[in-house]
């Protein structure tokens, strides 16, 4: 790339310095935006070559504000946050870091999952509150032979279920449409051939799909009622796929016995979310994808994408790849 010394980088939030420190020993001029409002980055924007996105929203707008704008690169795996259309309308390859956080979640699936099962929250409290007696009702459960359902099986759900046989000895239903059953039975579960197989017969369900139109709302009231009163629903996907209304009644009312979110329909939550008071369930803060490991490889992962376009590479984890062609360098 010639002359790059003057291709500035649009960075909407704050990211782990190995990013950073990759883009600026490539010689580019990274900045980073004072705020996140849409405002801001339409003004900013406006003679970047590169924008690295995290969780901010970039619409339309802001996409076509950036006059210079090449490549548009996402910390993360999910994309929702980003209008395809008007970046795909002008011809920018969005990218997002799909090897980066897969181990993360994965792992922090099973935390959620560990920590319903092995009542984790409750014990510690009544521990530290002198609760001893606790022990004694045997309400934790095992998750050696359960009956785990995975919904949606790309390299998430892919390796949720590959570890739910190989460490807990579970038995794997995969409700995943666009997967082969072949794929699905060499990791050692079984292809579901609609959800419903799943909700009546899983004793955990994890979700792993990304927020498109025909996954919003994909669990609502009438799939609640189908599952086991004994089930636990752990969401590590996105809120938006869950009605958080109707699981909350369900938590509520012993529909389902609890749930281990790190996604909500709004994020952050309001102080009087109804889930904050619920005994059966585990939260986290959108962390799954955030620890010290999963976070250099996004913040690495999307800056060499933000390189490769720049300098004439066809980069990894292109989204919209029938822009390549046409993409000018």
């Excluded at 994309?79 to 259309?85: E, F, H, R, V």
């Excluded at 009542?119 to 009544?126: E, G, L, N, S, T």
């Amino acid at each position: 790339m010639k002359e790059k010394d003057w291709l500035k980088i649009l960075i909407t939030e704050p990211m782990h310095e190995a990013g950073l420190k990759l883009l600026t020993e490539k010689g580019y001029e990274v900045r980073i935006a004072p705020n996140a409002s849409e405002a801001t980055l339409a003004r900013e924007v406006k003679d970047a070559s590169g924008l690295l996105v995290r969780t901010a929203s970039v619409p339309a707008g802001v996409i076509m504000a950036g006059r210079m704008l090449k490549v548009i690169a996402r910390h993360g795996v999910g994309y929702d946050n980003i209008d395809m259309a008007a970046a795909t309308s002008r011809g920018i390859p969005v990218c997002i870091t799909h090897r980066a956080n897969a181990e993360s979640v994965a792992e922090h699936t099973f935390a959620l999952m560990l920590a319903l099962a092995k009542r984790i929250v409750p014990y510690d409290c009544a521990t530290r509150n002198e609760g001893w007696e606790i022990r004694n009702t045997y309400s934790a459960v095992d998750l050696n032979g359960k009956v785990l359902g995975v919904v949606g099986m790309g390299r998430i759900g892919t390796l949720v279920c590959k570890k739910a046989v190989a460490a807990f000895n579970m038995k794997v239903l995969v409700f995943s449409p666009r997967t082969p059953r072949e794929m699905i039975e060499s990791v050692g579960g079984r292809q579901a051939l609609a959800i419903s197989d799943i909700l009546r017969n899983a004793d955990f369900i994890s979700l792993h799909m990304p927020l498109r139109q025909e996954t919003k709302g994909l669990i609502g009231e009438s799939e609640f009622r189908m599952m086991k009163p004994s089930a636990f629903l752990i969401n590590c996907a996105r809120g938006l796929v869950v009605d958080e209304v109707a699981m909350i009644k369900a938590l509520r009312n012993g529909t389902i016995a609890g749930a281990g979110l790190d996604v909500f329909d709004r994020e952050p939550p309001r102080a009087d979310n109804p889930l904050f008071e619920l005994p059966n369930v585990v939260l986290s803060p959108h962390s799954a994808g955030l620890t010290i490991d999963g976070v250099i490889r996004m913040a690495t992962q999307a800056a060499q994408a933000i390189v490769d376009v720049l300098e004439g590479r066809r980069p990894e984890g292109i989204v919209n790849p029938e822009v390549w062609p046409y993409v000018k360098n």
